[in-house]
Every structure is written in C-alpha cells, then in structure tokens.
C-alpha cells in the first residue's frame, strides 16, 4: 500500500500494534530479571550461570540472526517475517517453563533470542515507510516505549505470577499471551510502500549486503552511534537484568514498609520480597522510561531538522545527567532515597532512543533500512546483552568474599564507567551526522 494516503487513524493503529508486539519483546526478553531470584534458587545457579542464561544464551542468535533476516526483510514482507518472529519468540518462552536444568533453560532462552532477531528491524523500516522524515524520531520514540512498557510488565508479571503460580507458570502465561497476538497482528498490518515519503532519494530495488556495507564503511557516525548505544546498553540491559535482585538482597527487609500504604488484596499473605522488588522497578522502568524516551524524541525532532548533530549531542548530555542518580541510587541508604534517583536515572539513560534510532533512517537509502538497523542491533545487542549481564554477574561472584551479598551492589556501581564512555562517543560522532547524512526530505 502507498503509505502517504494512509489515513492518521491508521497510522496511529500501526504504530500501536507494532507497540504491543515490541512490548511483548520485552516482557518475554526481560521477565528472567525478576525471575532469577527464584530460578538461582531452585536450580541452585551461581551469579555468572544466571548472567549467561540471561544475556548470552539470548543474545547468541539474536544477533548473529538479525542481518540476514533484515536482508530479507528489505526483500519481502516485513509483516510476515514480524509475525513469524513473535510466534517464535513466545512459543520458546513458554518453553522456558519446563526446563529442569541450566542447559535447558540456556537452550529454551537461544530460542527466544532466535524469535526476536526479526522483530525489531522490519519494524523500524516499517516505521519509516509510514512516517515522514520531520515525525519519525518522534514516532520511533512513541514505538520504543514498547521497552519500559514491556519491561516493566515483564518484570511485575513475573513478580505477580511467581508469587501465585511459581516462576514456571510465569514464562508459560506470557509465552502464550504472545502467541494469540500473532494473527492479530498479521491480520490488520498492510505492508507499506518503501520509501514513499523519500522522493527522489528512494530506492526500491532491493540492496545487495555489499551495498549496505559499502555504505556503512563510509559513515563513521554510524559507528559512533552504534559504539556508543552499545556501551549505554552494556548498563542499561545490565540494570533491567540485575536491579530486581539487587533490591531484594540489599533493600529486602525495607521493601514491604515502602509498600505499606497498597491495598492488601494486591499482595497475596504469602508474600516475599521478590514480589515487593517486582512492583518497585517496573514503577521505576514505566514511568522513568516513558518520559526519557518521549523527552529524547521530541527534542530531536525539535532540533535535529535544523541541526543534525543534535541527534547525538542531546543523548550525549543525557548520559553525563545520569552520573549523580546512577552514583545516589546504587549507594542508597534507604528505598526513599533510591527511588527517585533510580527513576531519574531511568529517564535519562532512554533519552538516546528517539534520537539515534531515528538518525539510523537518515544515514541510509530505504532499500538498506533493515539491513542497516540490523547491523545496529548485532552491534548494540552482542555488547549490551551479552557483555553486559555477563559482566556485572561476573564481577559479583568475584566480590562475594569480601561484601557478601552486598557484592552486587558495588559490581552495578563499577558500571557506571560505560554511561561516560557513550557519551563521549556520542560527543565525538556529532559533527559528522551532517556530512553523513544520506536522506533528505521529500
């Protein structure tokens, strides 16, 4: 379909449904952060064991499946490789509910990571093709609430579920939640026209991986942002995965006194810190991550028309204003005090998504937009998920001896040294989006 006569009704119905899809890419990506307590438990997994599982098992295929399934998805339908994804993704989730051991739950987890390598790509393409250049950034943002959306509903469903049901009965409710999604979605999204809102910049015959590469070489602010979002994600996927844990080892006894004004129906008599710690950080991740992320994309489309560099330079400045939060948060007496730094913090460290995910859709042709985000992802995703975790869940066990369990506290503080480094990234790559910039206006 020609995107540029779709009604604003239908825009706004696009942009919900690839909304909710991304939001169940994140629930099922990032329930295992609330879910490692009781998991380390029962299956009796060191601090390093859960990392893996929850970042390298996942980030394997996911990012080493993303640039050939964008390939494809510059090719043919976008929707439908979408569609496949999230059955993928969801069934390989549920599947998680039955894993008796770490090898298994490692196997079921590379399974969701090879679901949701097609997720994300396509639907920045898809984005593009149904927005004009001065509304994407915007759009992009509005789309990537899907992240502390999807993260706080995975977090406080696993919080919920396991407090009722037990954590396998959590990773089997969510998987098939996403699955009844799947038709739905196919169903009611009609694949747009490539570059209809381009003019003569467009090009719709397919690029060939040689092409995108080419290209790519030739724009070093596509590695600066790349470098930079990956180092920002290396904390930012570390948090999600460890700050659950890190309240209830560390804030355990306090979290039900902070809580002491809910009503008693919401939390059952058997209730443990696990589920306090649930209903803390997915507060934290919706409300702090809603507002960065809005902040950062209505900025960059404010100023990003007139001035590209703003779409580095605003994440930049975002990231050296999370310094003081991240160091009040980590270093917290109390939950009174934790919270509001953890939320600014929270607020600040998605300022880059509207931004950066929109200069991506500049700094290329429309035929190599998938193929580009997904070089993007496989950048951001190998560093962030699969060192992040890893390295936070690494440096803990090597402090136990010393802190106990007070380890994970001091091993999140030393991550703070990769919210510096991407924004002196992000400082250094903003002069050149100008030169780079490779689509312009219709």
Known sequence: MNATTASPLYRGYVLFILVVVYTFNFIDRQIVGILAVPIKSDLALSDTQLSLM???AFALFYTFLGIPIAMLADRTSRTWIMTAALAIWSAMTAACGFAQNFLQLFLARLGVGVGEAGGVAPAYSLIADYFPPEKRARALSIYSFGIPIGSALGILLGGVL???LGWRSAFLIVGLMGLAIAPVFRLTLREPERGGFD?????????????VVAALVQKPSFWGLSLGAASSSMMGYGLIFWLPSFFVRSFGDALPGFFAWMPAFLIPANAGPLLYASYFYATILLLGGVVGIWVGGATADRYGPSRKSAYALVPAAAFIATIPFFITGVLAPSLWVAFPAFLALQALSLVWLGPVLSAFQHL??????????AVFLFVNNLIGIGLGNLA??????SLKAVY????LRYAILAGIVFYVIAAVLFFITAPRLKKDWAVQEA
């Open 364 to 373: 290329v042709q429309p035929n190599m937009r998938a193929t580009a985000s």
């Open 162 to 164: 396991t407090s009722y």
């Open 199 to 211: 003019g003569a910049a467009a090009q719709t015959a397919p690029a060939k991986i040689s092409d």
């Open 392 to 397: 936070i869940g690494a440096i803990s066990d």
């Open 404 to 407: 106990g369990d007070e380890s």
């Open 54 to 56: 929850g970042g390298l």
